[in-house]
């Protein structure tokens, strides 16, 4: 469901729930932007993730965190592949897994996230989940604009 195909009324309800994340009335949020995770909204979709990992407005659900995170991910959502990618790196709300961290901060970095570029960069400076790989580390680092590495 992209945000062109909202009515009038589900535009004003998406806006309301943003409003309510960004304002911190996290139940609020949850009531306005369950509805369009469900039908797909990637940034629902992330949001609910969010609250339902931190238990914002919601009682904390593991399960519900990385459903929603991966849905929103699966679709493409850059954020949603950076927080998916932490909760393996971390294992948060997922089994830890060093290669499936680095495979979602690869989707995140391809389209230009700076922080899943660096962390990725980390991973392979540290041989965290990954093969040790400095050369790869020091582009990725000059992606992400360090270039005295």
Request: aromatic share 10%; glycine share 10%.
């Amino acid at each position: 469901m992209s945000e062109t195909t909202f009515t009038d009324a589900e535009e004003m309800d998406f806006s309301t729930g943003i409003s309510a994340f960004e304002g911190k009335n996290f139940s609020k949020a949850m009531q306005f932007l369950s509805p369009f995770a469900e039908k797909g909204n990637a940034q629902a979709q992330h949001l609910v993730a969010i609250m339902y990992q931190n238990g914002l407005g919601v009682g904390p659900s593991s399960e519900e965190a990385a459903k929603w995170m991966r849905a929103s991910a699966e679709q493409g959502y850059p954020i949603a592949q950076h927080g998916l990618g932490f909760m393996y790196m971390n294992g948060e709300c997922v089994e830890k897994d060093g290669a499936e961290a680095a495979k979602w901060f690869q989707l995140a970095a391809d389209q230009g996230l700076q922080g899943s570029m660096t962390t990725l960069a980390m991973m392979y400076e540290q041989g965290n989940g990954v093969e040790k790989d400095t050369a790869k580390a020091k582009e990725l680092y000059k992606q992400a604009g360090f270039d005295d590495v």
